[in-house]
Each structure stands twice: as C-alpha cells, then as structure tokens.
C-alpha cells in the first residue's frame, strides 16, 4: 500500500512497483491508511511522513500500540537528522528522502519484504485425507532458535523477546539489532555492522540510529538503564551482548 496524498508522486511509486509485479493501493492521507490496514493488512506500505488528517509519523505510532508488524518505508521531505531518527524510534523499518529514486525505492521495498518473509514462520498444513492425526513435532527451527544471553531470550521465529521470563516489546529496528548480538554474545559490533544489520543501507543513515536504538533497549532489558551489565558500550568501537552472571562470577573468583 502506498499512503501519499501527492497525486503525481503516488502514481510515479505506484507504477514503479507494478512494474515490479506488485499489487498496489493508493490512499491520500493518514486516517485512510489506518482504515485500509485494518481492513486488509498489506505486505508492505511506503507510507509519506507529510500527509493530511495524521500524518505518518502519527500513523506508524497507532500501528505499532496495535501490534502490526507491518514493515513501513517512510518518505520525507524533511531532512534533519532527529526527525529521521524519530521516524525509526517509532518503529519505521526504513526511510527515503525526497527526491528520491524510483529504482532505488522499489529495491529497498525488495530487501524489506524478503526481511519479513524470513522472520515469518511457516503454518503447518494438514493433510485433508489423513484426518486430524496427532500433533506435528516442531521443526527444527522453532525448538532449538531461540537465542540466549544469560537469562535473556530471543526468539526470530515468533519475533519475541524476554527477560527472565518478561516479555519485552521491541520495535522491528530494537529486534534486529538484539538479535544479531544474541547471535554472537561477547562479540564486540561497530555502529557500521549494526546498522548494516538494522537496514542493509548504511550509508543512508548515521551511527547515532543505532546509539538510539541501543538506549531504548537498554530501557527494556537493564535494571538499571545508565549502568548497563547486558549491552555494554566498548569505547571507541560499538557495543556487545553480554551475560551479567559471568562478570560477576569473575569478579568473585
């Protein structure tokens, strides 16, 4: 779905990723792209920051407290670098400036479905002529991927998070980032590699989108947030994913 009430612009987005093989709506403002969502989620919506009734920033804030997981690419005129930033903190997956390239649109739209389709765990189709049967064993995936730090739990099949058995909400950007450290506990990643990580377009944003990221999860997983034992800033290189429980049993010994 593309929400944008530039008529000119929408059709210019709308016929690029029909081209592509798309399906694609057009609403002209805010409001109606919450309805449209609500009615038939789409795969994906290109959503412009700018737009009348709510605006998109006010869009992407409603459907994330709804739980929608639907991956948004923003488009803005604006340029500075904390409206961008605000964009992403309120849980957009990406963002392109105007102008901006067609092209260059319909292969970020590319790379952010392709994201989805592997976070998306597949349903268990039934047999129709062998009846209900038993239960089927979990794959392999969803009984050993859950990664774990310490008593830190993530989770990229269900997209869940928890600390010491809490659930934690994370925005899509806050679970991309956790997720590629959980990977690798105690490996120290420069800002380049996280934002590599959060978009695949590093040079489109600055390390100061991952610094954000990092104080908001650093809220959800830490006691206390301003001195973290989990996420700890390696001065002068990046951050790393750390089991509280081993510092202090070094410390003791």
């Known amino acids: 779905m593309v929400a944008e ?18 399906a694609v709506t057009v609403v002209e403002d805010g409001r109606a792209a919450l309805e449209e969502v609500r009615h038939r989620e789409p795969d994906l919506l290109v959503l412009d920051v ?42 957009a997956d990406d963002y392109m400036t105007k102008p901006f390239s067609p092209r260059e649109l319909v292969a970020r739209v590319r790379t952010l479905l392709r994201r989805n389709r592997r976070t998306a765990a597949p349903a268990p189709v039934a047999d129709p002529a062998q009846g209900p049967g038993p239960a089927p064993a979990l794959a392999p995936a969803e ?3 859950a990664l774990t730090v310490g008593t830190l ?11 010491g ?21 105690d490996r120290v990643f420069t800002r380049q590699r996280l934002l590599a990580e959060l978009h695949g377009f ?7 989108t991952v610094d954000v990221h990092v104080m908001h999860l650093r809220k959800k997983i ?12 390696v001065f002068g290189v990046g951050y790393k994913l750390t089991d509280p429980a081993k510092g202090a049993r070094r410390a003791s010994s």
Do not use: N
């Open 5 to 22: 009430d530039d008529a000119k612009q929408a059709e210019l987005v709308r016929r690029y990723l029909e081209h592509e093989g798309h």
């Open 50 to 91: 700018m737009m009348p009734r709510a605006d998109g920033l006010d869009v992407v804030r409603i459907l994330r407290a709804e739980d929608r997981e639907i991956p948004v690419l923003m488009l803005t005129a604006r340029s500075t670098e904390d409206d961008l930033l605000l964009g992403l903190d309120l849980g």
């Open 143 to 145: 009984a050993d991927d």
């Open 153 to 163: 739990r993530v989770d990229p099949v269900r997209h869940e998070v928890s600390v």
């Open 165 to 185: 058995g809490t659930p934690v909400v994370c925005t899509p950007g806050e679970f991309r980032i956790l997720a590629a450290m959980a990977a690798e506990p």
């Open 202 to 208: 590093d040079k489109y944003i600055s390390g100061r």
């Open 222 to 233: 830490e006691r206390a947030p301003r001195r973290p034992v989990r996420l700890l800033t």
